[in-house]
């Protein structure tokens, strides 16, 4: 992966928009180290990035649960000039990476160690690493080149996932997990939380659950996600729409929420053909099956 790692120092984070908001920290870093492309952003007058950067954390050992929820919840951003931030760690970190670049979602992580390829932390995700620069992305850390992750280099790089985000989205985590520093991080500067509801008790999901007592905001649906942004949901472009035949004829009778029997009539299609076309476009996003109705997503 041995790319060009450029260095920029402190005094130049103010000309760029996105990095200018490390400037919000009080132990700003000293400088970056950045492999591939960091993106030009514009900041509104509510402080908000366009494209938004979402950032996204949660557990190294993530369940099934919080794998498909989060899967489900980013599929949903394709199209809506959203950015995923993360951290590269296995678990929900790979998984953020893994499904923007999936939906074409572009995607930066900032490692809990240095960029050289014989550091990079963890080595199991060195080709995801450079599956996100190759895609437009960009390995991001302030930490010299061949310094190897140690317990207190996570810390640190969480406030500058923290700072570098419009808001944060935690899929899972313990009551004391590293994950919830990220949040508590994001909430000192501002940003807003959102947190994926979980089982009363599963030990991954008290973390999120505490953290939506204290008012973060619960994440269940793609709605959620896009108040959690500022987004609008019926702006997503629709030309990102990759559809086949059969799915567009269904997207084309979907303008509303629809029973799902009477879609199935509409469609003239033979029912194997019509679960398999619900079942792709659920899988990319763009509609939600619900109590037997099929609800239009984009």
Wanted: net charge negative.
């Amino acid at each position: 992966m041995e790319k060009t790692i450029q260095c920029i120092p402190r005094e130049d984070f103010a000309t760029h928009p996105l990095l200018a908001r490390l400037l919000e920290l009080h132990d700003v870093p000293k400088k970056l180290y950045i492999i591939g492309n960091i993106p030009d952003v514009t900041i509104d007058q509510y402080g908000r990035s366009t494209p938004r950067i979402l950032t996204v954390v949660g557990s190294r050992k993530n369940t099934q649960y919080g794998k498909h929820v989060l899967e489900k919840l980013l599929s949903s951003l394709k199209g809506s000039n959203t950015i995923i931030l993360s951290g590269l760690a296995l678990g929900i970190d790979g998984l953020a990476h893994t499904t923007a670049l999936k939906h074409t979602i572009t995607t930066l992580a900032i490692p809990g160690s240095g960029l050289s390829k014989k550091v990079l932390y963890p080595s199991t995700h060195l080709h995801l690493a450079e599956d996100i620069v190759e895609c437009g992305g960009a390995l991001i850390s302030e930490l010299e080149p061949n310094t190897s992750a140690a317990p207190w280099t996570f810390p640190a790089r969480n406030r500058i996932m923290a700072a570098l985000s419009d808001a944060i989205l935690v899929v899972e985590a313990e009551e004391k997990s590293g994950t919830l520093i990220t949040a508590r991080q994001a909430l000192e500067l501002g940003r807003d939380i959102g947190a994926i509801p979980g089982e009363v008790f599963s030990p991954t999901s008290a973390g999120t659950n505490m953290l939506i007592r204290e008012g973060a905001y619960s994440i269940t649906n793609e709605k959620d996600l896009y108040e959690l942004l500022h987004l609008s949901i019926d702006k997503k472009d629709k030309e990102t729409l990759n559809l086949t035949e059969d799915e567009e004829t269904i997207m084309n009778i979907l303008s509303e929420t629809t029973e799902k029997d009477t879609l199935l009539l509409l469609s003239e299609m033979p029912l194997e053909l019509f679960l398999t076309t619900l079942s792709s476009l659920e899988i990319k996003g763009y509609i939600e099956e619900m109590f037997g109705e099929v609800r239009r997503l984009v």
